[in-house]
Antibody, heavy 119, light 112 residues
């Protein structure tokens, strides 16, 4: 049974880079689409982007509104994938979820991690 | 402003049937892309409820059903129970946004 666990700092200063990691257990990171999704307090879900990794190469796609600030990467040796979001502001305060995609829907989710942007 | 439009809230008494609408456009539902639904109980991560318009993952009660027609979709909950009180989100793929997965704004279901 595949499980996902997000980890990373819960507090990031404005203008700095938010960095989170999703550890995949019970399965391989290879051969699947892996997404990051966030949810600002009291608001709805927002897709950030995905990584697809197979063999020795990966493909990424990002939401157009975040594309200039987002990087999603993979570490196959640790069976993890990561999110970096640069130049953060208070508007980036949210619960961040990692999820595995199947057929354009998200069928496995991590529990989420709260990230607050504040000085 | 979400690409998919949902009502902010719906409510019903225990045992009743409620429906949640999700309105899309020609670049998502109208282009043939499926709708998927998630249930988010308070303080928890979303959970897949319906995929591919009308399919339930193992373990989801058959009280939950989904459909899609044209540029609209809906989720129905029959025999409403107290534990169904949650936020519900629709989701699809939008071809106008360069590979974007898109969500509705969410609907809060209240059991009266």
């Amino acid at each position: 049974q595949v499980q996902l666990q997000e980890s990373g700092p819960g507090l990031v200063k404005p203008s700095e880079t938010l960095s989170l990691t999703c550890t995949v257990s019970g399965g391989s990171v290879s051969g699947y689409y892996w997404s990051w999704i966030r949810q600002p307090p009291g608001k709805g879900l927002e897709w950030i982007g995905y990584l697809y990794y197979s063999g020795s190469s990966g493909t990424t796609k990002y939401d157009p509104s975040l594309k200039s600030r987002v990087t999603i990467s993979v570490d196959t040796s640790k069976n993890q994938f990561s999110l970096k979001l640069s130049s953060v502001t208070a508007a980036d305060t949210a619960v961040y979820y990692c999820a595995r995609e199947q057929g354009l829907w998200f069928h496995i989710w991590g529990q989420g991690t709260m990230v607050t942007v504040s000085s | 402003q979400s690409v998919l439009t949902q009502p902010p809230s719906v409510s019903g008494a225990p045992g009743q049937r409620v429906t949640i609408s999700c309105t899309g456009s020609s670049s998502n539902f109208g282009a043939g892309y499926d709708v998927h639904w998630y249930q988010q109980l308070p303080g928890t991560a979303p959970k897949l409820l319906i995929y591919g318009n009308s399919n339930r993952p193992s373990g989801v009660p058959d009280r939950f059903s989904g459909s899609k027609s044209g540029t609209s979709a809906s989720l129905a909950i029959t025999g409403l129970q107290a534990e169904d009180e949650a936020d519900y989100y629709c989701q699809s793929y939008d071809s106008s946004l360069s590979g974007s997965r898109v969500f509705g704004g969410g609907t809060k279901v209240t059991v009266l």
